[in-house]
């Protein structure tokens, strides 16, 4: 600009306050427009709300037999495991799996039968197929993901596929024998 | 190559718009006057088809929008409202369904076209990188467009989709539920991708018209990839010549376009589509549409997640960097005869990981999309060495001469008649 004062002057000048406070300024009230524009985007009071604790009752589950339920919009897979599974869980070495966990840190002492995991393969997110009798179940007699072929074992470990971990255990204790109460 | 306007003003509203806004004389500049090189092809008349697509898919989804209800529990029965209640629903909604597919076909062409004759070698860097951002764009349309009928395939392409952020370090999972809105695919993720889907194609359509721009300062490449020497002998007019060309490949192409509309309108979908969403089973066989299987096929060939992840994204973000991959200094390949046949390869290599991506992931497969990921990355490698050996044919002093030439080679008679106004020269 024509008008402007000696530019060459390298004195701090009342021009210069002004023009960082008004950076300063500026960026703060960017960041203070950002927030609420993302975080819209995550999920939502109902959304949260709809996320209570749930009581299940596992006593109608027969063994051998697995079922699927919704908590929080995930889908789990509760499965009363046979003894041949429960065996089978158990003898595998663990320094073998690709994200080790004993099977009893998977269940509750007392309650092995019942292994209570999320129903999403860790993979991308696909159902794994094994709850049903006529289901493939893999090569490690539990779930197979028919998506990327992910083979999980009795203790809903991940033996092979792409898949990088296990299927999570949700939070759930038992509040009675066979009750759980998941969340 | 534009060098000054030839507009003339007819009449006096035009010279009074014009010295205001010369908006018809831009209009004049560059899609009148522009000159185009004599010898372009028909591979050179898909930048028009896709404009046409592009429009297309605009006008039939703003429609498509007016009736669809985006609602989880309702958007699956309102796609069916569409086909069976709403007059002519069933027309539209498999127009914009096919168009989408139809527009990959003939973005396709349009990449390996550029691939072939070296149209992304300077001064084209640019407009090649902005080609690859629509490309992008397209990809992210079509994903969540594919999501809003609400059937199975929509919900399960959409978890794996969006899974794929999951595979990042740290902040996937955070990613994730951002991307979800919840801790699943539900009602908040359709109802994001729904405003997401309407909003992409109008930033498709900006990058558009800086493509055109771009392509309107540094001209058209052509056939022979020498560059425009005598404005008066190598191009001709665009208009009438390279307009009423793209007029007759469109009508062509919207020819094979009605085929699939109106005798094979479910031919590029999935029947599993036609299954309401349901989270609690996974459709057993899952494929994405045909446009990505190429892609799918390196995601899957990869055994890890993150490795998968950045493999795929790899062998589309690799397409920015050809300019500078691409050590040879002859742009067209048809005087490149090893890279020629490496092109050919390529496009084996790219047609055979889409067949992989539609078979299941298992045995025999898996190997073998292994192997055509290599090869898939292996030709941006060979294209690279090949250029710093390769002898190169001998190039036609301009594109005036190799008209000639063809023209020569073609019939004696014609050469005679072969003036620089000749029309049929061009083809």
Known sequence: ?183 | MSGHSSYVPKSGIERWLDVRLPIVRLMHDSAVSYPTPRNLNYFWTFGGILTFMLVAQIVTGIILAMHYTPQSTLAFNSVEHIMRDVNYGWLLRYLHANGASMFFVAVYVHIFRGLYYGSYKAPREVLWILGVVIFLLMMATAFMGYVLPWGQMSFWGATVITNLFSALPVIGETIVTFLWGGYSVDNPTLNRFFSLHYLLPFMIFGVVILHIWALHVVGQNNPTGVEVKNVAKDTVPFTPYATIKDIFAMVVFTIVFSWFVFYQPNFMGHADNYIPANPAVTPSHIVPEWYFLPFYAILRAIPDKLGGVVAMGSAIVVLAFLPWIDTSKVRSMSYRPIARQLFWAFVAVCIGLGYLGAMPAEGGYVTASQIFTVLYFGFFVALFIIGLFERPQALPNSIADSVLDTLKGGSGARLATATASEPNAKG
Request: charged share 20%.
């Open chain 1, 1 to 183: 600009m024509a008008h402007a004062t000696d530019t060459t002057s390298t004195e701090t000048t009342r021009r210069d306050f002004l023009m960082l406070a008004t950076g300063a300024a500026g960026v703060v009230s960017l960041g203070a427009v950002v927030v609420p524009l993302v975080s819209q985007l995550a999920p939502d009071a109902q959304t949260i709300a709809a996320g209570a604790p749930m009581d299940v009752d596992l006593a109608p589950i027969a063994e051998g037999q697995a079922i699927k339920l919704f908590w929080r919009g995930k889908l789990i897979f509760v499965r009363h495991r046979t003894k041949k599974e429960i065996d089978e869980a158990l003898a595998v070495d663990i320094s073998t799996l690709r994200d080790p966990q004993t099977d009893q840190q998977r269940t509750k002492p007392g309650h092995e039968p019942f292994l209570i995991v999320y129903g999403n393969c860790t993979h991308l997110g696909c159902v794994p197929l094994g709850n049903s009798p006529g289901d493939p179940k893999g090569d490690f007699d539990g779930w197979f993901c028919p998506c990327h072929g992910s083979h999980y074992d009795s203790s809903g470990r991940i033996r092979k596929g792409p898949a990088p971990l296990n299927l999570p255990v949700p939070p759930y204790a038992f509040s009675a024998d066979t009750k759980i109460r998941i969340g």
